[in-house]
């Protein structure tokens, strides 16, 4: 028998019996559909907290435990190989005043090397990076956190600073908590430049960032004024964030396990999205597991059909063995039915997934927007629902294979039928 002769005879058994054979591929398509779907929602959640990820830091970057550092130890992390840039932001840890034309703030100022910074693209939303002591880039909410407490709005509200920042001098004041007076000592500081904003709403940056040639001028201040004073060291003055920035992604993993052999306590993003691609490969594992066991419950239909279909077709089964087809020859052909049942299942069940994946990832985020009163999920892109290729790889490999299994059991009892009972069988 040749192929299209095996083809017609699939054919014809499916058209006799189109209601019972549709039903069994609607059920395998709603097995395959679900297994689908509820696996791309562990894919969806895990790109939106990627994302989410890599939208916050920069991906080459390592953290590196400041405590064991000192400006040796930063100058030789600089020299390591495949490492771009060592920046290490040392931030004061006292208080702080800043004085702008009479409009007074409390930002926190923060020393770093620009030259570093420059490598790694410290972001500007307007002006330029410092070049000397007295020169600084601002927060991007540094002028609003600028009050005038002499001058109020309606409401009793001090005034916030609302004129241009670039070129602008203001005085830069330090003093312990624990005193009710300022340090005496101030510096002028000039404004070059304005960071840009965080990639965040809520977040504010009220920083002021300096270059660290100004560093000598605070620790003469500090000291000068904390000699008399008990329980204070040079020491409390700054406290450092340490990151190393490697020249590409692909680098990060060996940088950062090259610094933890060495005994250097070290944490970078690589870290947390391998710890991230653990968690969900389980989770993407199970919920493929649970849509198996949709299919497999598809699958009795399968095999109800099959058997159904070798019952009723007993004497055209007998005809074909008497003129000599072999036992081989009809058990391809219940197989070719049943895989044909899968094939036709799983097409349709890819087509109705990526609708469901459309629609969940359209609508899905306005309901709970909505329930939470909130209008963009706080500015979070939330992507509820991806299905990649190796999902509906996956998904059709099972789908088929089940169906194949399901259809061997009918088939296989198809080739022992007897030849002499099947064309004794009444039409």
Same mark, same amino acid.
């Given at each position: ?98 004085? %702008? ?10 020393? !770093? ?15 330029? %990076? ?8 601002? *927060? ?28 602008? &001098? ?18 002028? %500081? ?44 040079? !020491? ?64 009795? *239909? ?21 003129? *000599? ?44 927007? !909505? ?24 998904? !059709? ?23 002499? &009972?099947?064309?004794? &069988?009444?039409?």
């Amino acid at each position: 028998m040749q192929f299209k002769d095996q083809v017609d005879f699939v054919r014809q058994h499916i058209k006799k019996n189109k209601l019972r054979v549709f039903m069994t591929i609607l059920a395998a398509t709603m097995g395959t559909a679900f297994l689908i779907v509820l696996a791309s929602v562990g894919f969806g959640i895990q790109d939106t907290i990627r994302q989410e990820m890599l939208s916050n830091r920069l991906i080459t970057e390592i953290d590196v435990f400041s405590g064991e550092l000192d400006e040796a130890d930063v100058a030789n992390l600089k020299k390591r190989d495949h490492v771009k840039a060592v920046v290490n932001r040392q931030s004061v840890g006292i208080r702080q005043e800043t004085n %702008l034309n009479g409009f007074v703030g409390e930002p926190n100022l923060i020393v !770093s090397d620009f030259g570093e910074e420059a490598k790694v693209g410290f972001a500007l939303k307007e002006g330029r %990076l410092p070049e000397n002591e007295h020169e600084v880039v601002v *927060g991007s909410h540094f002028a609003a956190a600028l009050f005038d407490p002499k001058k109020m709005n309606t409401e009793g509200e001090p005034i916030a600073y609302s004129g241009n920042l670039i070129g602008e &001098q203001f005085i830069y004041k330090m003093g312990l908590y624990e005193e009710d007076e300022l340090f005496v000592d101030e510096i002028p %500081l000039t404004i070059v430049g304005i960071a840009k904003e965080p990639s965040k709403d809520w977040l504010q940056d009220v920083k002021i960032y300096a270059d660290a040639s100004v560093k000598p001028k605070l620790a003469e201040i500090f000291n000068s004024n904390v000699s008399d004073v008990e329980d204070v060291e040079t !020491s409390d003055l700054f406290y450092s964030d340490v990151k190393m920035y490697a020249d590409q992604l692909e680098n990060v993993k060996s940088v950062s396990q090259a610094m933890k052999d060495e005994g250097y306590s070290v944490y970078s993003i690589a870290d947390e999205l391998e710890q991230m691609d653990v968690f969900f490969l389980a989770l993407k594992a199970g919920l493929i597991f649970v849509g198996t066991i949709a299919i497999l419950i598809a699958s009795i *239909g399968i095999f109800n059909t099959m058997t159904m279909a070798v019952t009723e077709r007993t004497r055209e089964i007998g005809v074909m063995k008497a003129i *000599g087809a072999s036992p081989k020859l009809i058990q391809r052909l219940f197989l070719m039915e049943s895989a044909w049942i899968g094939v036709l299942g799983t097409v349709i069940a890819i087509i109705i997934s990526y609708g469901v994946s459309y629609v969940a990832n359209f609508l899905l985020p306005i309901i709970v927007a !909505s329930a939470l009163g909130e209008e963009d999920l706080g500015g979070m892109d939330v992507t509820f629902s991806i299905i990649p290729w190796q999902l509906i790889l996956i998904a !059709s490999a099972i789908s088929i294979t089940v169906a194949m299994i399901s259809g061997w059991r009918p088939a296989r009892k198809a080739t022992k039928i007897d030849v002499i &009972q099947a064309l004794r &069988q009444e039409l």
